[in-house]
């Protein structure tokens, strides 16, 4: 029995026993985060999100038209000046005219002319509405006839009439009718001049430079308009797949109208301003010229026209009218035209 146990031991093989392992720190592996699916914007959010507009606000066109509007607002601020400038001169002249009366008085053979003068100035202060009588001196009267007959004049020896300047200080109290009666009944020789045909003629040539003024403002605007039609449709043929598939994705005629006129109001205000502000630095130079030219012919010839060349108040707030005129006209236009090109589509 001992034998055989022996055996069996001898027989039975060797199982390899591994030592125990000490306990360690298992390694955690970092799982990557998912991202998140990003919520859809909503409601406020989805309105104050910034959208690409629809016509590209940098373009060869759009700064072609640019400088376009600029000249023609150019212009038009130019016509605004120089009517505002003709307007206030012609307005001064009727004014001056207007208070301001001659008593001519011609050689009559036998009859006193200092008489007659003396008679004339005392009648003539006896009228309301009158501020001063003052009768022209021999050598005032020689220096209005120089220009034409030359120096040296002899008066005693030529019919010269004598004149006799009025200045009227309330034109609305003298009665110019009964002072022409008076001074043509006692006053041999004599006669009221009230400037009244210079003062229509002046009136009428007011009325034709302003008339004149407006039909030149029309023509440059009018321009501007067509201007302004064919770079809207030139812009529309430049996105019409934009605009296509806007309109047909139930975009509304006016939201794209409403557009096109926000860029084109920018254009108009950019072109508006720069053709404004050069017309404005154009009246300052020209007032600056004048000034310093004072006393050469040409700018005594021009003062004498239009006193001091320079642009009132209201002629600058006609270049301002003109500049939001020219912007207001540029969208409406543009609006108009993307309007009717989207009824064709239609």
């Known amino acids: 029995m001992a034998q055989s146990e022996d055996n069996n031991e001898t027989q039975a093989p060797a199982v390899a026993v591994e030592p125990p392992r000490r306990p360690?720190?298992?390694?955690?592996?970092?799982?990557?985060?998912s991202a998140k699916p990003k919520k859809a914007e909503t409601g406020d959010e989805?309105?104050?999100?910034?959208?690409?507009?629809?016509?590209?606000?940098q373009s060869v066109a759009g700064r072609a038209l640019t400088l376009v509007v600029a000249i023609m607002s150019f212009l038009a601020c130019l016509t605004v000046g120089a009517v505002s400038v003709v307007w206030d001169a012609a307005d001064a002249w009727q004014n001056d005219l207007v208070r301001e009366i001659t008593i001519q008085i011609r050689p009559?053979?036998?009859?006193?002319?200092?008489?007659?003068?003396?008679?004339?100035?005392?009648?003539?202060?006896?009228?309301?509405?009158?501020?001063?009588?003052?009768?022209?001196?021999?050598?005032?009267?020689?220096?209005?006839?120089?220009?034409?007959?030359?120096?040296?004049?002899?008066?005693?020896?030529?019919?010269?009439?004598?004149?006799?300047?009025?200045?009227?200080?309330d034109p609305g109290l003298l009665n110019l009718?009964?002072?022409?009666?008076?001074?043509?009944?006692?006053?041999?020789?004599?006669?009221?001049?009230?400037?009244s045909v210079w003062t229509s003629r002046l009136a009428a040539m007011a009325g034709a430079v302003v008339a004149g003024g407006v039909a030149i403002m029309v023509l440059v605007l009018g321009s501007?308009?067509?201007?302004?039609?064919?770079?809207?449709?030139?812009?529309?043929?430049?996105?019409?797949d934009v605009v296509s598939v806007l309109h047909f994705v139930g975009a509304e005629d006016g939201f794209i109208a409403r557009e096109f006129q926000r860029h084109f109001l920018?254009?108009?205000?950019?072109?508006?301003?720069?053709?404004g502000v050069a017309a404005v630095l154009c009246f300052i130079l020209l007032d600056v010229l004048t000034r310093r030219g004072s006393g050469q012919a040409s700018s005594d010839q021009l003062s004498a026209l239009f006193g001091t060349v320079s642009v009132s108040l209201p002629g600058y707030f006609g270049v301002f009218a003109v500049v939001f005129l020219v912007a207001i006209l540029?969208?409406?236009?543009?609006?108009?035209?993307?309007?009717?090109?989207?009824?064709?589509?239609?």
């Open 266 to 275: 920018m254009l108009g205000l950019k072109g508006g301003v720069s053709g």
């Open 108 to 169: 009559t053979e036998g009859v006193d002319m200092v008489r007659e003068i003396d008679k004339a100035v005392a009648l003539a202060q006896e009228f309301s509405g009158i501020e001063s009588v003052r009768a022209l001196s021999d050598a005032e009267t020689k220096t209005l006839l120089e220009p034409w007959l030359g120096e040296g004049l002899q008066l005693d020896g030529l019919p010269v009439p004598r004149l006799i300047q009025i200045t009227v200080n």
């Open 177 to 195: 009718t009964q002072l022409k009666t008076m001074v043509s009944q006692k006053v041999i020789g004599a006669s009221v001049d009230d400037h």
């Open 46 to 57: 989805a309105k104050l999100r910034p959208a690409a507009a629809i016509v590209p606000p």
């Open 224 to 240: 501007m308009v067509l201007s302004v039609v064919f770079a809207t449709q030139s812009a529309m043929a430049g996105n019409k």
């Open 24 to 33: 360690g720190k298992t390694k955690r592996v970092k799982r990557k985060a």
């Open 330 to 346: 540029t969208a409406i236009t543009s609006g108009l035209a993307v309007k009717a090109h989207l009824a064709k589509v239609d």
